[in-house]
C-alpha cells in the first residue's frame, strides 16, 4: 500500500509542478502580448465631442415636469 501513496503523491506532485510552470508561461505570455500593443490613436483636434453637462430634449423634459 505505501508503494502505492507514493505514486499517487509523484503524480500529484507532478501536477501542481506543470501547473506552476504553465502559469509562469501565461504571465509572461501575457506580458509580452501587452508590450506589442499600439497606442490609441488621438482624435482630430477640431473634431471633439463636447464634455460635460448638457441639457438633452429628455432632460429638459424632466425639468418641466419637476416644477412647481
Known amino acids: 500500500m505505501s508503494r502505492e501513496t507514493g505514486k499517487q503523491d509523484n503524480s500529484r506532485r507532478r501536477f501542481l509542478r506543470s501547473l506552476a ?8 505570455a501575457a506580458a509580452a502580448g501587452t508590450a506589442g500593443a499600439k497606442p490609441a490613436a488621438a482624435p482630430a483636434p477640431g473634431k471633439t465631442a463636447p464634455k460635460g453637462y448638457r441639457v438633452t430634449p429628455h432632460v429638459a423634459k424632466y425639468y418641466d415636469k419637476a416644477r412647481f
Do not use: D
Open 21 to 28: 510552470v504553465m502559469g509562469g508561461v501565461t504571465a509572461v
